[in-house]
C-alpha cells in the first residue's frame, strides 16, 4: 500500500470536504499576499470572493469537525468489534500520526532559527509542542495550537464516548 492509496472503508464524500477545508485555509493564508484594494476596484461582483479568502480560518473549523467524526466514527467501530476501546494503540496511532509531521515542521524552524539567528531559540517552545500543551503556553509559531487541540481531544474522546 502506497502512501497516496485509499483505504477501502474511507468515506469519500469526506474527501470533498477536506479538499474544500484545504481551499479555504490556503485562500486564507493567501489573502494576505493580494492587495484588497484590487478586489475593491473590481467591485461588489466580487465579494463573494473576499467574503471566502477572508474567513479561512473556518476551513480550521472544518478539518476540527471532519476530525471529531472520523475519530469517534472509528471508536465506535471498534465498540462495536471489540466492546471496547484499545486505548493504548488508539494513543500509539495519534502520535505516530501526528509527530512525524510535526518534526518535519519544527526541525527547519529550529535550524532556520540557529542559524540565521531570526528569532532566538526556545526549548521550552519547542518542549511545549512536542508535548502538544503549545495551545496553553506561547509556542513556536502559533499555528501548532490547532494540533495542540486536536492531540488534546484524542486524550479525553476515548473516556468521553465510552462513557456516554
Known amino acids: 500500500m502506497s502512501i497516496f492509496s485509499r483505504k477501502e472503508k474511507a468515506i469519500k464524500p469526506l474527501d470533498g470536504i477536506r479538499a474544500l477545508a484545504c481551499l479555504w485555509i490556503y485562500s486564507l493564508h493567501s489573502s494576505i499576499t493580494i492587495n484588497y484594494d484590487l478586489m475593491i476596484c473590481l467591485g461588489d461582483a466580487y465579494w463573494p470572493l473576499t ?6 480560518d473556518l476551513g480550521v473549523d472544518a478539518f476540527f469537525v471532519l476530525s471529531g467524526f472520523l475519530i469517534t466514527h472509528n471508536m465506535m467501530k471498534q465498540i462495536d468489534k471489540r466492546g471496547e476501546i484499545n486505548k493504548l494503540e488508539f494513543y500509539r496511532s495519534r502520535i505516530l500520526r501526528l509527530w512525524p509531521a510535526l518534526f518535519c515542521a519544527i526541525v527547519p524552524q529550529i535550524i532556520g532559527s540557529i542559524a540565521f539567528n531570526i ?6 517552545k ?3 509542542c512536542l508535548l502538544f500543551i503549545n495551545n496553553f503556553y506561547d509556542s513556536m509559531p502559533t499555528h501548532y495550537w490547532s494540533v495542540a487541540c486536536e492531540f488534546q481531544f484524542y486524550l479525553v474522546s476515548p473516556f468521553l464516548i465510552r462513557h456516554f
Do not use: I, Q, R, T
Not at 467574503?51 to 479561512?56: L, P, R
Not at 528569532?119 to 521550552?124: G, H, Q, S
Open 51 to 56: 467574503v471566502f479568502m477572508s474567513s479561512g
Open 126 to 128: 519547542l518542549l511545549s
Open 119 to 124: 528569532k532566538p531559540f526556545n526549548p521550552w
